[in-house]
């Protein structure tokens, strides 16, 4: 009876076993071509001996195995904040990247840089480079505060917009 137990128990366990089907994703695309990671409405923070530098927001986020690059799309939003922890700046974009070796962003599409004191920056196209925590870009940029509008090509600021440099500028500025 034991031996009849043990033959029923093995042949319900290998019944069980089926033979494991690898689903097709789509006809047509390859692997590769697809990403490896994905994730939606989700967030990235990016933090320094725990202090917070920044914060990523974004609705649609994917990375793909033989790249060192997170790609960010369906609107982005990087919140930065200074050496205490204080935010200070808000950027928004229609799509970026992140390299994952430098955590350099590269934000295109409609990209406005906000600071908490009123200065805008409105461009096509931003960089930050996190390890100088600076924000630059090669492209035409327009730049309102509460004291001047400016605007040119070529652009380079610390993330709070309190020290900026425009290449090639015109515009107007208050003068006291």
């Not at 042949?11 to 994703?25: A, H, M, Q, T, Y």
């Not at 050496?83 to 599409?109: I, Y």
């Amino acid at each position: 009876m034991k031996q009849f137990c043990l033959a029923l128990f093995f042949l319900i366990v290998l019944s069980g076993c089926e033979e494991k089907v690898k689903p097709s994703v789509l006809s047509g695309v390859s692997g590769t071509q697809l990403p490896s990671q994905e994730s939606w409405n989700s967030k990235i923070t990016f933090s320094d001996s725990g202090i917070v530098k920044a914060i990523v927001h974004a609705g649609h986020i994917y990375a793909y195995d033989n790249s060192r690059v997170t790609h960010l799309d369906s609107g982005v939003v990087v919140d930065f904040f200074d050496e205490f922890g204080k935010h200070t700046t808000q950027l928004t974009s229609v799509r970026g990247a992140v390299d994952e070796g430098t955590n350099n962003l590269e934000a295109t599409g409609n990209v406005v840089v906000k600071s908490d004191s009123g200065t805008t920056v409105y461009t096509e196209k931003m960089f930050w480079t996190n390890q100088k925590q600076l924000i630059h870009s090669p492209e035409f940029v327009r730049i309102i505060s509460p004291k001047e509008q400016l605007q040119g090509t070529g652009f380079e600021s610390d993330h709070n917009l309190r020290n900026y440099r425009i290449f090639k500028v015109t515009g107007t500025a208050e003068s006291k």
